[in-house]
């Protein structure tokens, strides 16, 4: 089984960016499906965007266009660049590693922290 460490996270202002970084070790990387969720305080997970085995991505509607994710399977490392960013933006960003088609089986990370806020 894969395991993931989140890091990249932190404090920033509105419109600005940061780039979180997935580093995965245990297993063989480019088999999995990965994804970034994130979690506000007293809400529920949320996927935020996904890229398969294969390279193909999904984002939900709120971060179309501002984040992109990406994999690097030479350096077993999954990232989200995250552009002008927005206080709504504010959770604990996680990410996941799965096998097969369902999003949110497999690992997980331990999160990071990010805060927007002017």
């Known amino acids: 089984q894969v395991q993931l460490v989140e890091s990249g996270g932190g404090s920033v202002q509105p419109g600005e960016s940061l780039r979180l970084s997935c580093a995965a070790s245990?297993?063989?990387?480019?088999?999995?499906?990965m994804g970034w969720y994130r979690q506000a305080p007293e809400k529920q997970r949320e996927l935020v965007a996904l890229?398969?085995?294969?390279?193909?991505?999904n984002y939900r509607d709120s971060v179309k266009g501002r984040f992109t994710i990406s994999r690097d399977n030479a350096k077993n490392t999954m990232y989200l660049q995250m552009n002008t960013l927005k206080p709504e933006d504010t959770a604990v960003y996680y990410c996941?590693?799965?096998?097969?088609?369902?999003?949110?089986?497999?690992?997980w990370g331990q999160g990071t922290q990010v805060t927007v806020s002017s």
């Open positions: 996941n590693a799965y096998l097969g088609i369902v999003p949110g089986l497999g690992s």
């Open positions: 245990g297993s063989i990387f480019s088999r999995y499906n």
């Open positions: 890229i398969s085995s294969g390279g193909n991505t």
